[in-house]
């Protein structure tokens, strides 16, 4: 009971502090193609409470007029706003960019839907703060650009990296490692594809819920197995891993969900957006282990091999109280917007 109680007795503490990620969560951009010179504009900023919002601006090719004008309103952490724009001689081949992007430490999201059903997607940050609008982007463009797209979801995604580097830890052998990480892959894999392409609809602040408490759970596990009594997921780590993989994916799915699909190249997208995921976590792993084999071998230079598995089981219990503590933070924080 010790250690439940130690993971909840922080949480008060967390909780009274202001949230920090704010700035992190990605804005949005969205451009509906509705005649050749209109477009219906979505632009969803970052935003804390009612009144404050991130700084950041959308800036259009110059001759861009307003058709009547622009509706904004502040709700779910961000200051939503809509405009119906209008160019002549239209903006295929012209240069958006958002002004104040480079002084933040957040990214948007941009989908561009033309008329005949052509989807561009596009991932501003502070170091790219522009892109052009294109016709119709090509088979090779929309791979390049959903790859990109899924590596940079799994490096942003903390909870699923959370989630992974727990499951490292408790079973450090590289080669159940890989069995683990490969039934993971294979779970969320199989959701991802099916709740991209509307076979299956879970709600998206439950699953980021539940997502948080496999985190705790995992951890919880670490601190079992390191004393001395392992339960299932020490056991066979394969198969929580591919429970808690299912789930996972529609959590990707939900990120993916904010960005669209192109409707010319749907499997390529889903493939590539795949495959980016899957790049991003194999290199993760593959840094903790070598981070790990690393720190062994200085180790063994100075320690006794006791004292160096008595060292790495509390470094273990160490990190599993960190992920734990963070994960319960992040539970309270999404199953609190449940009754907002």
Do not use: C
Not at 163 to 192: C, G, Q
């Amino acid at each position: 009971m010790n250690r439940y109680r130690f993971l909840l007795t922080v949480l008060a503490a967390l909780l009274a502090t202001p949230a920090f990620t704010d700035e992190l969560r990605p804005g949005y951009l969205e451009m509906r193609q509705t005649s050749p010179g209109a477009y219906d504009l979505l632009f969803k900023i970052p935003a804390r409470g009612d009144d404050l919002r991130l700084a950041i601006y959308v800036k259009l090719p110059e001759g861009t007029q307003d058709v009547g004008p622009p509706r904004g309103s502040f709700g779910d952490g961000a200051y939503v706003e809509r405009r119906t724009i209008r160019r002549d001689g239209g903006l295929i081949g012209q240069a958006v960019s958002i002004e104040g992007l480079s002084a933040t430490s957040t990214d948007v999201l941009v989908r561009i839907e033309s008329l005949a059903g052509a989807t561009q997607t596009e991932r501003l940050s502070p170091t790219k703060t522009a892109f052009i609008i294109q016709a119709v982007p090509s088979v090779g463009e929309v791979a390049a650009t959903y790859l990109g797209l899924g590596v940079e979801h799994i490096f942003f995604g903390f909870d699923h990296l959370l989630f992974v580097l727990a499951l490292v830890i408790l079973v450090r052998d590289w080669r159940r490692v890989a069995v683990t990480v490969t039934a993971f892959t294979i779970a969320h894999s199989t959701t991802l594809a099916a709740a991209t392409l509307g076979f299956v609809n879970v709600p998206r602040p439950p699953v980021e819920a539940t997502i948080a408490l496999s985190i705790m759970l995992v951890s919880v596990e670490i601190l079992n197995a390191r004393g001395g009594k392992p339960g299932l997921t020490a056991r066979l780590p394969w198969l929580v891993a591919f429970s808690f993989g299912l789930l996972h994916g529609f959590g990707f799915a939900g990120a993916l969900a904010e960005v669209g699909l192109p409707q010319h190249a749907i499997p390529v997208a889903l493939l590539f957006f795949n495959l980016g995921v899957e790049t991003g976590q194999l290199a993760f792993v593959a840094a903790v282990l070598t981070a790990g084999g690393l720190f062994r071998t200085a180790m063994a230079l100075r320690l006794e091999p006791a004292l160096i598995q008595h060292t790495l089981n509390r470094l273990d219990v160490i990190a599993a109280y960190a992920i734990g503590t963070v994960a319960a933070f992040w539970l309270i924080e999404r199953t609190s917007s449940f009754f907002v």
